[in-house]
């Protein structure tokens, strides 16, 4: 059963994702309305910041998660609820969906695929294998620098903002680079384009759940596991 008191870290969670998805698709968006003004690089640079802005000013109410493939990796290594990652699910998809619609709003001249954002045709196996790599990269060092209670202090965020800055540079002209399925699912659902929106769920899923298991189980000692099941 969720927990009242735990409505903090729904809001920090709609706020955070929300974020991410306004000002990352929205740099899309604007990069694709001004002939590519904003290039790859600002793009990456727009995702990256405002992920390390948002993990340093709401993440101790939540964790700074963002992401609902963060959450199902967090629920492997067993640090939050069941009934706790389906509120932060839920919260994150609102916040994604209420960004969407925003844009949208604000965009009216943007053609559909504009605030969507993402290849409309994608090999389904290509796709999953890149978001896949992609988001393992993110996730493992989340645990590496937030979860592990060995980590240096301070530059979590820092760290971070910078991995999601690094993969977009990858792979934002290969897949958009979503690594997180509320990204991709927000402006599909404002540009009613959803096509290929599952290889947005599937593959940061899987590459989540391979650094959570990779980290957890392999690398971290026992003794350094922190937030459990709050």
Same mark, same amino acid.
């Given at each position: *059963?969720?927990?009242?008191?735990?409505?903090g870290s729904y809001v920090a969670e709609f706020l955070g994702t929300f974020?991410?998805?306004?000002?990352?698709?929205?740099?899309?968006?604007?990069?694709?309305?001004?002939?590519?003004?904003?290039?790859?690089?600002?793009? @990456?640079?727009?995702?990256?910041?405002?992920?390390?802005?948002?993990?340093?000013?709401?993440?101790? &109410?939540?964790?700074?998660?963002?992401?609902?493939?963060?959450?199902? !990796? *967090?629920?492997?290594?067993?640090?939050?609820?069941?009934?706790?990652?389906?509120?932060?699910?839920?919260?994150?998809?609102? +916040?994604?969906?209420?960004?969407?619609?925003?844009?949208?709003?604000?965009?009216?001249?943007?053609?559909? !695929?504009?605030?969507?954002? &993402?290849?409309?045709?994608?090999?389904?196996?290509?796709?999953?294998? %890149?978001?896949?790599?992609?988001? &393992? &990269?993110?996730?493992?060092?989340?645990?590496?620098?937030?979860?592990?209670?060995?980590?240096? =202090?301070?530059?979590?965020?820092?760290?971070? +903002?910078?991995?999601?800055?690094?993969?977009?540079?990858?792979? +934002?002209?290969?897949?958009?680079?979503?690594?997180n399925p509320a990204r991709a699912f927000g402006p599909a659902l404002a540009?009613? %384009?959803?096509?290929?929106?599952?290889?947005?769920?599937?593959?940061?899923?899987?590459?989540?759940?391979?650094? @959570?298991?990779?980290?957890?189980?392999?690398?971290?000692? =026992?003794?350094?596991?922190?937030?459990?099941?709050?």
């Open positions: *059963m969720v927990k009242l008191n735990n409505f974020a991410l998805v306004f000002i990352g698709a929205g740099a899309v968006l604007v990069n694709a309305l001004t002939g590519g003004a904003v290039g790859l690089v600002g793009i @990456a640079l727009a995702h990256g910041l405002v992920l390390m802005a948002m993990i340093y000013a709401l993440g101790h &109410f939540s964790g700074g998660h963002y992401n609902p493939a963060v959450t199902i !990796s *967090m629920l492997v290594s067993k640090s939050i609820t069941v009934s706790k990652a389906v509120a932060y699910i839920i919260s994150q998809l609102l +916040g994604a969906a209420f960004a969407g619609f925003l844009l949208f709003i604000m965009f009216p001249v943007a053609t559909s !695929s504009q605030l969507y954002g &993402f290849p409309t045709t994608l090999s389904f196996g290509f796709g999953v294998l %890149v978001e896949a790599v992609l988001t &393992f &990269f993110l996730v493992l060092t989340i645990y590496g620098v937030a979860v592990d209670n060995k980590s240096p =202090k301070g530059f979590h965020g820092l760290a971070i +903002g910078l991995v999601l800055t690094f993969d977009i540079l990858m792979g +934002g002209t290969q897949t958009g680079a979503a690594m540009s009613g %384009v959803w096509a290929p929106q599952l290889i947005y769920w599937i593959g940061p899923i899987i590459g989540a759940i391979l650094a @959570a298991v990779v980290y957890t189980y392999i690398l971290m000692d =026992k003794d350094a596991k922190v937030d459990k099941k709050k």
